[in-house]
């Protein structure tokens, strides 16, 4: 999880970088976690209705658009750190809280 808040923070984190550090499965794993908060993100930075259920160990975030929608699971520790997002919290609104 410390790699993937790097990745989010500290812009001067850089994939190329650090590439022997995130070429382990871990690092793939940061990565690939990484990646998907960043879409996660850019949709409801764009307006993507969004609606949150939380469940014992993760949470389902389910965005609806005009092309469809999309639903993403995600571990508490991954939805607080997609709640690091000034823009997040403003789309999300009172589904943070809880």
Known sequence: MRAVERLRDDPGF?????????????????????RHLRSLERALSAGAAATVAREAERV???????????????????????????AVRAALGEAIGG
């Not at 994939?15 to 794993?29: T, Y």
């Not at 005009?66 to 000034?86: D, M, Y």
């Open 60 to 86: 389902r975030l389910t965005l609806r658009d005009q092309r469809g929608s999309r639903t993403s699971w995600l571990t508490r520790a991954e939805f607080r750190l997609l709640c690091g997002s000034p």
């Open 14 to 34: 850089s994939r190329n970088r650090h590439f022997l550090a995130l070429s382990s499965p871990e690092g793939k794993r940061a990565l690939r976690i990484h």
